[in-house]
């Protein structure tokens, strides 16, 4: 009965010390699977894009524009007003709020990179022009989205692609990279507007 005992009391020791170590353990993977988010603001994230793609980011800044077709890009501005951000819904906001325009946002996402090369504008003018001898050339790109991306918003979609050909044969010849990268925030979940 004594050695019953003493077994019963070196389990609750054994026991306890085990509990210890898998709360410890269980805590730990806790703070690596859910790291601290960095909150950018619209200028900063328009400097680090290349450098965060991949990664969650918060970001803060005043909304310019809610995509009045879908509801489901808004764009924020720059400090200076001057550059906006695309920010994409993820699967969990059905729309934007509308009433966020003119309002600051607090907004988490994944940076992504999207790559343009010649091939993929060769393709997109030839499309154009096709739409265009129709005569059914029908707005297929949104201005903020030009905005966004540093393009002319009056232009038509032919001179918006020439326009990126010839900015990429500018690239290529200065020695630098074979495609156009622009950057949005996708998978965004979680917003905020201030009040």
Not at 151 to 177: F, H, M, N, Y
Request: charge should be positive.
């Amino acid at each position: 009965m004594i050695k019953i005992l003493l077994n019963s009391k070196q389990m609750k020791r054994q026991f306890s010390i085990l509990l210890a170590v898998a709360t410890i353990l269980l805590c730990a993977s806790d703070a690596v699977a859910s790291p601290k988010i960095k909150t950018y603001s619209v200028d900063q994230l328009i400097a680090k894009a290349p450098t965060l793609v991949g990664q969650i980011v918060q970001v803060t800044g005043v909304c310019k524009h809610v995509c009045a077709t879908t509801g489901r890009k808004i764009f924020l501005l720059n400090t200076d007003g001057t550059k906006l951000f695309r920010f994409n819904a993820g699967s969990k906001i059905a729309k934007f709020d509308p009433t966020a325009r003119g309002k600051e946002v607090t907004i988490s996402g994944v940076v992504a990179e999207h790559r343009v090369t010649k091939e993929d504008l060769d393709k997109q003018e030839t499309k154009a022009l096709e739409a265009e001898k129709l005569q059914s050339a029908k707005k297929e790109h949104c201005d903020t989205d030009a905005k966004a991306n540093g393009e002319d918003e009056k232009a038509t979609p032919v001179q918006r692609i020439r326009a990126q050909k010839e900015k990429l044969q500018k690239q290529i010849a200065a020695g630098g990279k074979d495609y156009l990268a622009s950057y949005t925030v996708n998978e965004c979940n979680d917003y905020s507007i201030a009040k």
